[in-house]
């Protein structure tokens, strides 16, 4: 019975040994870091990130789109820019009267592509205006749909005007009627045209 006892006590005391060892063996476990620190990314960089260059996009807007015309009104009268290549021309009645368009500039430029449906070119003329030169179109145009009962017709004048091998604007404008004195009063205007910025040249 002494010996059974004395080989218990002597497994016991191996068994204890055994298990210190392996304890201090034991690496201590790794800590999960929960808060990363964030990392800091300037303008340009999120600007790239997303694919923009704010330098592209500010020069691009004031280059080349409608924004960048300075067009002297008569009193009243507002350019009320409804995207980056278009513009809507309010008289001081609220009443849209003509329009500014923008387009890539291209050697084939056919305005009679762009030009309103249900309308005819009845004369072309060469222009000199602030910007640039270009052509000076007057449309006789419906009054209206066969649907909506209007008959007769109203002069409509575009101006079309290339600038630096850049961009083409297409200046519209119309008071319904055929007037000798709105084509005069629209000539008028196109000399009040002028540039904010002027754009790069190629």
């Known amino acids: 019975m002494k ?15 055994v298990l210190a060892g392996c304890s201090r063996n034991q690496k201590a476990p790794v800590a999960v ?22 330098d592209t996009i500010d020069r691009t807007d004031s280059e080349y789109g409608v924004a960048n015309l300075k067009w002297t009104l008569p009193q009243g009268w507002s ?31 056919d305005f009679k592509l762009y030009k309103p449906n249900h309308s005819e070119i009845t004369s072309t003329e060469a222009i000199d205006t602030p910007i640039g030169n270009g052509k000076l179109y007057t449309l006789d145009a419906d009054n209206g749909p066969a649907a909506s009962g209007l008959t007769g017709t109203h002069d ?20 319904h009627d055929k007037e000798a004195s709105t084509k005069k009063q629209f000539v008028g205007l196109l000399n009040g045209l002028r540039l904010k910025n002027e754009p790069y040249v190629r």
């Open 3 to 17: 010996q059974t006892a004395k080989k218990q006590m002597l497994l016991t005391v191996t068994l204890l040994a």
């Open 33 to 54: 870091q929960t808060n990363p620190v964030p990392v800091s990314v300037s303008a340009k960089q999120s600007a790239n990130a997303k694919g923009h260059a704010p």
């Open 79 to 109: 350019l009320k820019i409804e995207s980056r290549s278009y513009a809507s021309l309010i008289d001081e009645y609220g009443v849209k009267i003509g329009s500014v368009s923008t387009y890539p500039y291209a050697d084939d430029f």
């Open 156 to 175: 409509v004048y575009f101006a079309v005007i290339t600038l630096q091998n850049n961009m083409i604007y297409v200046l519209e404008f119309s008071k």
